[in-house]
């Protein structure tokens, strides 16, 4: 392995351990706001964007999507798309299947 | 847990006495229980069983006429029908002989004859069709091992050996294809017990002398039970009374 | 009451919405015909002209085929005419323009391993309350029975409705999922435990006929059907009548 | 057995991936849709409902700072992982089994924890088949933390037996192919990564809501 | 490299063997054994519906009389067949072949890879395979019997039944695990292993409909995943994510807590049983566009506007799925939701069969077997995707729906489509396996009667449909539209005893010309794609010398060339 790349690697590691500082400060964070017994939909709401903050961190830090091959993104897209597509579509039919019951 | 511990040694307690049984001596056999089951109170609303929608072969060996469900029947004399009476303890230790042949449940007009009976562990269970239309046997199992085989119209007898007693309460029989048609079969290890009738009386006869715990079972006014104890050559007499007051 | 006559394309309709169905299914299969006999003049034609034979040889270059466009632009039009005007206006009528200001009769449907029930709120007009925990082999459509609304209501196996009267019914199940399917009417819908599904049907003739169920729902599958018996109005009023009058002698 | 397979080790020029890792992440993907489905069941189950019979993870009687601790084990043992790939990056294999080691550990303390929350939920009576609330039109709770979880900690400890072999046999591939060992570390991280990106979404479903 | 290879023993060899060629073959014999299993299933089924109530000759009175009474088919046992016949056939039969055996053995080979990209993850996708098979099949010995909820196991019916069922789940779960191993390697192989100058437009069609398929596999098949450990659950842990509150089965209310939803099962099923649909129909396409480019000895007619369609095909299958659910109560917005994207989805299907009908304009037809099965494909094929336009409909789905007329049209797409694709593949690439050309008398008469026969089977079945007649009906003759059309369910089933004698040619050629001594050539179809660059048949590592690639797939009849083919492995001087 050349000198410039574990440089890098040393460079990448200060950008782990910030990543881990904030990974560990957003876990408190989405605990602290449940104490806050917030209405149901806005804390669904706030959970899932920490969550999803924190997903985001992970992937692209961690597993270095930041980075990453466009090969790989565009696995993700494909993957990302039907699972909005699993997760929309059987919900839209649950919802349609409300009350009908015209009397 | 303890549940499981004590059904655990009662098991092994089963299994220890079972192997001292002793053959029954018939000469012993001189007590008897008898009695009745009383029915007090508003029997209950029902309706007439309607097979014509369904089975238009089934309505036309009533003649067309409804039936009325067997659920609870009340006899003339103000007893109750299709109770099933049978020695709950105090019957243990013995090794009775087995009477011959199979317990019948007969299939006719999609409706079950006999509707509640008792039956010895270890004989079988044969079910008979006398039906122009397909059944199919179901049985609900607790203890002995549930079942489910189909019946066609004309099809041979469904037999099926009861290995474990089941009386209390009985099994059920059923036909999903025609979910009206019930029955309960009691798996007795002994031959002390009976059904009541159209006068409502039952008899257990044969007893050896002893203490006895008699239950009476109805299948939708569930148990009830007494303690009797009976001398030599003695005949007591029971009444049951249902609606059970609680 | 005539004698309906089965065959080897669509069987009798009775039902007012079925019309616009039957249309639907002819007109895609001459449709489909059209396509399938247009392609296969083609290939038989492309079969004979362009077999294997001395002297022959396949041209490299290819044709240019703009006929395959407009097949292809054909066929999505006349799938979205097909959408536009058959399918979506049909089915939105179908499933949701509920008849509720024409005197409907409402009805009940219960299914189970393996037979129909059909409620009829009596003549009160009332359906009596039900619940889970009164089921039972002599309550299959588990009425309360110490309910004065559902005392007289009627549970039978067979199902009746007058023709010319829009007739709403109420799909539930007990235990798996079943299918009631009238093929007579054009009906198919699925019941669903936990769900209760209103449907809608109104025949236009008499008849006698059979409910099937259209969804595996175990050994008995096959055996689950129950009549259908379209009456007159007149014929209708006096099994009701029967029926009430029968529930009376049970009432012990 | 010497048939070459290209691009095990140097990355393909189009793609510019090794095979293994766009093996990796192709299975992750699929992953995304075991766990996608499962989430959006959880969805379904929920949205089809009472409000009033869904409950919050305290509700329900989960331990909610045990639950964040767990949290904290796998992130941490998340840039354990990272970290100990990094050390191998800059040829520090004394780092690397350390750092690795860690991960394990942590890993197998996330278990443990996991295993003390489910007993003293057995302790409970309360088990997969338990209906919230008991009686009424109880909803799926229970069964959805069960099989949620145990799915996940199954995942964990697949995770934790692919990175025991690689300590304590894989890593003999350091003597001979170092960018290979260095690349199989990588994969066993992403998976790794994964796992713990999993227990992020279903800590707060869980748990929190 | 071959010689360390052969110096392997047996086992390893043969059963374990890594080599992506030998993996083909397991594939290929343990699929055509499972496909014939499922076939003869589906044979006793087919004496019930044609005699009912009647013993089945010889076979009945050799099975026990849990199953039969005096030699007549009890319905269960019925429901058991019908529901192992859909599984035996989809999961165990044709996606293994068409997937596992064809890709396997033939993916490689067409982009000049020495082996799969991960040799060992494909044995093991062989083993989970073999594993679910096994576990399967093992079912029928159980007390209850085999699964007998259909091959859908639509809850709350599948949690009830007997144990069948659990093993019929832990069994797919096996399958799935193997078609999902399988899938990333493709992906990967096709992504990664392809030769110099094989650009992604000069891959052959049938390596188009791999890749596609694959990601079919890797994406949709999770979800199914996920609902079988959700089912498991519900069978062995008690929980209810399928069971609503409130269920009354046989009379009594069955203990579980409730709140689940029985749709649910469904979504998950089908958001994998769709796209599977076209895991089944997209490889055989892709065979028979390579029986019909070298046939007609010219390229493909809209080589590009067809894989295009392809991918929009496996795109869009994701977004079709609950035109499976119209009858379950689903509101209008979301029916016409899914009756556009099925309208949508027919398009790229029309465009493909399109182009490979106009590929036979201008082209110097070779009736080989192997162009035969492809030719009838194409009509078949046809019939089978048209029956899909009205039961894509709402409305007419409320009469069609769960009829006949839906057997007939997935049969038409499935058996005389891919089945036939799959003979048009093993006619087509035997002499690549085996270096014996398979005959060619008894090939054409195994195809005119496996013709005649498969429209026997299936088209009386569109008729009994359109007639209302249900399908898993044991006996559909107690309905009287179904006594109505009695005539066509005999029919039916006397081809389908004439389609199981018309494989006897079949099996006959496939043994006997194995041993034949006198050799094919090397390229005995004159084909211009990589596979017939290498021996025959090909050893261990595939390729001799590193092929290179010089120009498309199907450069056939080339203006000015001295041979009526110019190989893609060739470097020819123009």
């Known amino acids: 392995m050349s000198e410039s790349d574990v440089e890098h690697v040393r460079q990448h590691i200060k950008v782990y351990v910030t990543v881990f500082v904030a990974l560990a400060v957003l876990t408190v964070v989405t605990v602290g706001i449940s104490y806050l017994h917030l209405p149901t939909g806005f804390a669904i709401t706030l959970a899932m964007v920490v969550a999803t903050v924190k997903a985001g961190l992970v992937a692209g830090y961690f597993m270095h999507l930041i980075s990453e091959e466009k090969v790989i993104l565009w696995v993700l897209l494909l993957c990302a798309a039907f699972l909005f597509v699993l997760f929309i579509l059987p919900l839209g039919t649950q919802i349609g299947n409300g009350p009908l019951w015209p009397l | 847990m303890r549940l499981f511990l004590v059904l655990i040694s009662l098991f092994f307690l089963a299994a220890a006495s079972g192997a001292e049984d002793k053959p029954w001596n018939p000469a012993l056999g001189t007590a008897k229980v008898t009695g009745s089951v009383k029915f007090e109170g508003k029997a209950p609303r029902m309706r007439r069983i309607d097979m014509a929608g369904a089975d238009a072969k089934c309505a036309e060996m009533h003649g067309g006429e409804r039936q009325k469900p067997e659920t609870v029947i009340i006899n003339e004399n103000g007893t109750l029908r299709n109770v099933f009476v049978w020695v709950k303890t105090g019957a243990e230790g013995w090794k009775f002989p087995m009477p011959e042949g199979d317990a019948l449940l007969d299939q006719k007009g999609c409706m079950y004859t006999p509707h509640v009976q008792g039956m010895r562990q270890g004989q079988s269970l044969s079910v008979k069709t006398s039906d122009p239309t397909a059944h199919n046997v179901h049985g609900f199992g607790k203890k002995n091992r549930s079942f489910n085989r189909s019946q066609p119209a004309g099809a041979s007898n469904v037999a099926i050996r009861m290995r474990r007693d089941e009386a209390s309460p009985p099994m059920k029989v059923k036909c999903d294809i025609h979910p009206w048609m019930n029955s309960f079969v009691a798996v007795v290890p002994h031959p002390y017990f009976a059904v009541t009738g159209p006068d409502g009386s039952f008899e257990l006869p044969n007893l050896p002398p002893g203490t006895y715990t008699i239950e009476a079972w109805h299948e939708k006014y569930d148990v009830m039970e007494q303690t009797v104890t009976i001398g030599d050559g003695e005949t007591q007499t029971l009444e049951f009374t249902y609606p059970t007051k609680s | ?252 | 057995m010497s048939v070459v397979i290209p691009y095990q080790v140097e990355p393909h020029p189009v793609t510019g991936v090794t095979s293994g890792k766009l093996g990796i992440w192709l299975f992750l993907a699929s992953e995304v849709m075991l766990f996608g489905a499962l989430f959006s069941s959880y969805v379904l189950l929920r949205v089809g409902a009472a409000v009033e019979n869904w409950p919050t993870g305290v509700e329900a009687g989960l331990n909610v700072p045990i639950g964040t601790a767990n949290t904290l084990v796998l992130i941490t043992s998340s840039i354990t992982m990272v970290m100990a790939w990094a050390s191998l990056k800059m040829d520090n294999l004394a780092a690397f089994r350390r750092y690795f080691g860690t991960t394990i550990a942590l890993g197998l303390v996330f278990l443990v924890v996991k295993a003390f929350e489910y007993s003293d939920k057995f302790g409970h009576h309360i088990f997969p088949a338990t209906g919230w609330p008991e009686a009424g039109d109880p909803s799926v709770f229970y069964g959805l933390y069960f099989t949620l979880t145990g799915l996940h900690a199954l995942h964990v400890i697949l995770g934790i037996l692919v990175n025991l072999w690689l300590l304590f046999f894989g890593v003999a591939l350091w003597k001979t192919d170092k960018e290979r060992l260095t690349g199989r570390i990588e994969i066993a991280g992403l998976y790794w990564h994964f796992v713990d990106l999993v227990w992020i979404f279903l800590f707060p479903t869980l748990y929190l809501l | 490299m071959s010689d360390e290879h052969s110096d392997l023993g047996f086992l390893r060899k043969y059963v374990f063997s890594t080599d992506h060629k030998t993996i083909g073959i397991q594939y290929g014999i343990t699929a055509l054994v499972f496909l014939f299993f499922g076939f003869s299933l589906m044979m006793m089924m087919r004496w019930q519906l044609a005699y009912p109530g009647s013993a089945i000759p010889i076979i009945g009175g050799l099975l026990p009389d849990t199953l039969v009474d005096r030699g007549a088919m009890l319905p269960d046992f019925y429901n058991q067949l019908g529901a192992m016949h859909g599984t035996i056939m989809v999961f165990m039969g044709i996606v293994p072949l068409a997937v596992g055996a064809f890709g396997n053995y033939v993916v490689p080979l067409q982009i000049g890879a020495p082996d799969m990209a991960f040799p060992r993850l494909n044995m093991m996708s062989y083993q989970a395979f073999v594993i679910g098979g096994i576990v399967m099949l093992a079912s029928f010995f159980l007390p209850g019997g085999a699964a007998s909820s259909g091959w859908t196991s639509y809850a709350p019916l599948a949690v009830t039944a007997t144990t069948g069922q659990t093993f019929w789940l832990i069994g797919m779960i096996f399958l799935i695990a193997s078609s999902l191993l399988g899938a990333l390697n493709f992906i990967v192989t096709i992504l990664h292993i392809r030769a110099e100058g094989l650009t992604f437009f000069r891959l052959p069609f049938f390596v188009w409909s791999q890749l596609v398929t694959a990601f079919l596999l890797l994406l949709a098949f999770p979800p199914l995943q996920a609902a079988a450990i959700f089912q498991l659950m519900d069978r062995l842990a008690g929980t209810s994510f399928f069971l609503p509150s409130g269920l009354v089965v046989g009379g009594e209310q069955i203990v579980a807590a409730g709140g689940g939803s029985p749709l649910l099962w469904q979504h998950l099923f089908w958001f994998l049983a769709h796209p599977e649909v076209y895991v089944l129909i997209l490889p055989g396409m892709g065979i028979i566009a390579e029986v019909i480019a070298n046939n007609t000895r010219k390229p493909l007619w809209g080589y590009r506007p067809m894989v295009y369609s392809l991918l929009v095909l496996g795109f869009l299958s994701f977004g079709v799925w609950a035109h499976h659910m119209y009858m379950t109560g689903m509101g209008t917005t979301m029916s016409t939701f899914f009756q556009i994207t099925t309208m949508i989805i027919s398009i790229p299907s029309v465009i493909i069969l399109t182009c490979l009908v106009i590929s036979l304009w201008g082209a110097s037809i070779r009736f080989s077997v192997a162009m035969l099965f492809a030719l009838a494909f194409l009509p078949m094929f046809g019939i089978g995707g048209l029956t899909g336009l009205p039961l894509g409909l709402a409305a007419p789905d409320a009469h069609l729906h769960d009829t006949y007329y839906v057997i007939g049209h997935f049969h038409y797409v499935v058996a005389p489509g891919t089945i036939f694709a799959m003979f048009a593949g093993i006619y087509y690439w035997y002499p690549k396996a085996t270096g014996r050309t398979l005959n060619v008398t008894l090939g054409k008469v195994h195809f005119w009667l496996s013709f005649i026969f498969m429209n026997g089977v299936f088209m009386p079945m569109m008729f009994e449909g359109m007639a209302g007649v249900s399908r898993r009906l044991f006996d559909p003759t107690i309905y009287d539209h179904g006594a109505a059309v009695h005539g066509l369910t005999v029919m039916t089933s006397w081809s389908a005893w004439c389609l199981a004698a018309a494989q006897i040619p079949f099996i006959i050629n496939f043994f006997w010309s194995m041993r034949k001594t006198e050799r094919a050539e090397e390229n005995p179809w004159q084909a211009t794609t990589l596979e017939w660059a290498t021996p025959t048949p090909p050893p261990h590592g595939n390729f001799t010398e590193t092929p290179v690639v010089y120009r498309g797939p199907y450069e056939y009849s080339v203006p000015g060339a001295d041979r009526d083919f110019s190989p893609q492995y060739v470097k020819q001087e123009a």
């Open chain 3, 1 to 252: 009451m005539n004698e309906p006559e089965y065959g080897w394309w669509l069987p009798p309709n009775v039902s007012v919405q079925g019309d616009d169905i039957d249309t639907m299914i002819n007109v895609i299969h001459w449709f489909m015909l059209a396509l399938f006999v247009g392609w296969g003049a083609f290939m038989v034609f492309c079969l004979v002209r362009f077999r294997e034979r001395p002297g022959h040889v396949a041209v490299y270059k290819p044709i240019k085929a703009g006929f395959s466009k407009w097949l292809e632009v054909g066929v999505a039009v006349a799938e979205a005419v097909i959408l536009a005007f058959f399918a979506m206006p049909v089915w939105a009528k179908i499933k949701n323009d509920f008849p509720t200001q024409d005197n409907p009769v409402v009805i009940r449907v219960v299914a189970e391993q393996f037979k129909w029930l059909f409620h009829y709120p009596g003549q009160d007009g009332k359906f009596g309350r039900t619940g889970v925990e009164f089921y039972a082999d002599d309550n299959p459509a588990g009425l309360d029975f110490d309910d004065e609304d559902g005392f007289d209501d009627i549970t039978v196996r067979g199902l009746h409705f007058p023709v010319g009267r829009p007739v709403i019914a109420r799909l539930t199940a007990k235990d798996v999922i079943h299918s009631f399917k009238m093929p007579v009417m054009r009906i198919t819908q699925d019941l669903i435990p936990g769900m209760e599904i209103p449907i809608w049907f109104e025949a236009k003739s008499t008849g006698k006929f059979q409910v099937g169920c259209a969804q595996l729902c175990g050994l008995g599958h096959y055996e689950m059907k129950a009549d259908l018996i379209i009456e007159s109005p007149e014929d209708y009023q006096r099994w009701l009548d029967e029926e009430h009058a029968a529930l009376g002698l049970d009432d012990y």
